[in-house]
C-alpha cells in the first residue's frame, strides 16, 4: 500500500513534541534580543535535562580540565549555543521509541545518527565554522533520519518493504521510497523539523541531505554539504545502521566544498575511532 503525500502532516502531528521547556529554549534561542540568562534559567528549571547537560559538559566528549557544576558555569566554558543544543539533543534521542513494527533497530539507528552528528561537528570544524556554531552542524546530522523514525512508527508495512527492497537491490532508501511512495524519509524529516520550529538551516539541512544541491540553493555555512558527507563516511566505516546499504560517491558540490572526494576526506579526517567513542557517549545518557 503507497504512502499518500496528503497523509504526511498527520504522520507528522503524530510525533511527540519536544518537552516544554525545549521548545521554550529553541523559541528564546531565535530573539535576536534573547540574553543567555533567560536560556540558562528555563534550561535549570528542568533537573533531569540539567543533570544530562551536565553530565556530558563534563563528560570525556568535551574534556574540560576542571569540574563544571551548574548550567550558567557550562556556558562560560562551552557556550550558550553549545548547551542549547545539547538540550534540544538529548530531548530528541529521549523521544526515540524503543522499538517499532517496521523492524527497524533504533540502538543502530541512534548509534548511526549520533556518528553521523559527531562527524558533522568535526566537518564544520575542518570548514572554519567557529566552535559555538559548530553544534549546529551536531544537531543537523543527529536528526537527519528522523523521517525513519515516523515511518517506522506509522507506516511500518509501507517501510519495511522499502528497507526490504533497497537491501535486495542494493539501492539508495531514499530512491526506493520516492519510487514506491513518491515521497521519502528526507522530506517527511524536514517537515519534522518545520513542525518542531526548528532554525531554518536545521530543517534544511535535514530535507536535503540526500540533495545537498538543492539545500546549498538557499546559501548557508555548508551544513547541507557537511551532513551529506558525515553521512557517507559513517555509513563506510560501518558504525551504526540506519537501513540503507549505499555509500554514494560526493556530488561536485560537496567534493567542491571539502576539496576531495569521499576517500581523500576520509585521509585527510584520519583516525576517526575517537569520533566514534564520543558518539557513543551520549548513548548513556
Known sequence: MAIDATEVPDLVERMPAFPQGVTKVLDLASRPDCAPKALVQVIEHDPVMTMKVLKLVNSAYFGLSRPINSINHGVVYVGINTIKNLALSIAAIGMLPKSNKAGLDMNQFLAHSLGVASVAKLLATHLGVPDKDATDF?????????????????????????????????????????ESHGI?????????????????????????????????EDGGDGMCEAVFAAN???????????????????PPLVSERFGNDLSGLMSVLGDLSGEMEKARLFTQL
Open 138 to 178: 551536531f544537531v543537523a546530522g543527529l536528526l537527519h533520519d528522523f523521517g525513519k523514525v515516523v515511518l517506522a512508527q506509522f507506516k511500518p508495512e509501507e517501510f519495511r518493504h522499502c528497507l526490504d527492497q533497497a537491501a535486495e537491490q542494493e539501492r539508495s532508501l531514499h530512491e526506493v521510497e520516492l
Open 184 to 216: 521519502s524519509h528526507d522530506e517527511i524529516g524536514g517537515r519534522l523539523a518545520e513542525a518542531w520550529k526548528l532554525p531554518t538551516a536545521l530543517a534544511h539541512a535535514i530535507h536535503h541531505h540526500h540533495h545537498p544541491e538543492h539545500g546549498a
Open 232 to 250: 557517507q563516511i559513517v555509513r563506510s566505516l560501518g558504525f551504526g545502521d540506519a537501513g540503507n546499504p549505499l555509500i554514494a560517491e560526493f
